[in-house]
């Protein structure tokens, strides 16, 4: 499955994005879809998944509460919703595919290209 991220760009601290990951493939709905990022000079993190479905859903502590997850498969879009801002969020955010539902980086084997997010204060 080939994945395109999209949405990215500059906000407030405070502020809101909504992030979109479109999939190229009608069995999209048979992937779980997540979302990583990875902020300059440090690893690539897991942000948020969720099952086929869109539930259960599952955040890294670090967004709980300001990120939501939901996907609408009828469109082969996973959206990432990202409300209070903080210049810690400032990173590339990349979308990712696997056949299960893990925050484990290791068991995605699609990713997309990434989509920068800057954060100001």
């Known amino acids: 499955v080939q994945l395109q991220a999209s949405g990215g760009g500059l906000a407030q601290a405070g502020g809101s994005l909504r992030l979109s990951c479109a999939a190229s493939r009608r069995t999209f709905n048979n992937y779980v879809i997540g979302w990583f990022r990875q902020a300059p000079g440090k690893d690539r993190e897991f942000v948020a998944t969720?099952?086929?479905?869109?539930?259960?859903?599952y955040y890294a502590d670090s967004v709980k509460g300001r990120f939501t997850i939901s996907r609408d498969n009828a469109k082969n879009t996973v959206y990432l919703q990202m409300n209070n801002l903080k210049p810690g969020d400032t990173a590339v955010y990349y979308c990712?595919?696997?056949?299960?539902?893990?925050?484990?980086?290791?068991?995605?084997?699609?990713w997309g290209q990434g989509t920068q997010v800057t954060v100001s204060s």
């Open positions: 969720c099952n086929w479905g869109g539930m259960p859903t």
């Open positions: 990712a595919a696997s056949q299960r539902v893990t925050i484990e980086e290791g068991q995605y084997d699609s």
